[in-house]
């Protein structure tokens, strides 16, 4: 069974940092891609970025230039660092982990999720 979970979340001032981990059950290194997704109340939960096996990044270019994403295969984390934060970052951040599991000539997507942790940026 796959857990991930979350970690570094609270109440920061706009212009501050935070950073956010999400420690895996298992070797990520099997995952295809890991990423961050976040849901403010009463709106979809949205990629906020993302990280493949090889290091590829991917970011929402609401974050871009501010946030970094990293993953520690050697620890089973994913980081998420957050600098200049804004009032629109406040909400709840998920951790996601994913691929394709190729099996008996089938392609079948997976993905775990983790329960989330809130990020508030108030003054």
């Known amino acids: 069974q796959v857990q991930l979970v979350e970690s570094g979340g609270g109440l920061v001032q706009p212009g501050g940092s935070l950073r956010l981990s999400c420690a895996a059950s298992v070797t990520i290194f099997r995952f295809d891609d890991m990423g961050w997704f976040r849901q403010a109340p009463g709106k979809q939960r949205d990629l906020v970025a993302n990280?493949?096996?090889?290091?590829?990044?991917d970011y929402a270019d609401s974050v871009k230039g501010r946030f970094t994403i990293s993953r520690d295969n050697t620890k089973n984390m994913l980081i998420l660092q957050m600098d200049s934060l804004k009032p629109e970052d406040t909400a709840v951040y998920y951790c996601?982990?994913?691929?394709?599991?190729?099996?008996?000539?089938?392609?079948?997507?997976?993905?775990?999720w983790g329960r989330g942790t809130q990020v508030t940026v108030s003054s």
């Open positions: 990280i493949t096996r090889g290091g590829s990044t």
């Open positions: 996601h982990a994913g691929g394709i599991l190729v099996s008996g000539g089938k392609n079948t997507r997976y993905d775990f």
